[in-house]
């Protein structure tokens, strides 16, 4: 489930209900999904979706998303790093940042204008980030995320960077259970 650290008061928050209040406050949607039937390991983007498809219409009607689909990342898929090179530097969107975790874990840097905070996702998280918030992503030490991504523009992600240059001054560290993990294998 996710965490939330404010890095300026030194604050980590690990109870879901003080994760989803605190997130509120700032415009974020959280939420706990389960899926309507067990999914395999190996389960395909179809089967994903459709284990998902009320949630996933009922997200879509709420917040005009108009198409789903399915983000696969592991340590080992090709260009990695040129694909987290365009996540990791700040930057925002034109439309809400919507990221259900299937597997794996994330970390999302989000500029909240007087300080920045982290949050760490993992499986059974969704979150929705409002368009034009100024954030930026990483993955844990593992290097493996599966999500479900939905859109309001069928052409699908498109950032916008802000050169800030902020995010040069964070450390993505991953803070969940496989934060001494982190330590060991420092993030590439
Ligand atoms: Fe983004």
Known sequence: MAVVKIPSDNITLTDTQDVTTFLAVRGIEYERWTPSRELPADATADEVLEAYA????????????????????KSDTPNLDAMLARFNREHWHDEDEVRFIIEGRGL??????????????????LIRVPRGTYHWFDLCAERRIRAIRLFQDPAGWTPHYTDSGIDRGFQPLCFGLAYLGAMIQPHP
Not at 55 to 60: D, N, S, T
Request: proline share 0%; aromatic share 8%.
């Open 108 to 125: 999302f840097h989000i500029n909240a204008g007087t300080s920045v905070f982290v949050l760490e996702v993992g499986r059974g998280d």
């Open 54 to 73: 009320e949630q996933v219409a009922a997200l879509k009607a709420r917040g005009g998303y108009v198409t789903a689909d399915v983000i696969d990342v």
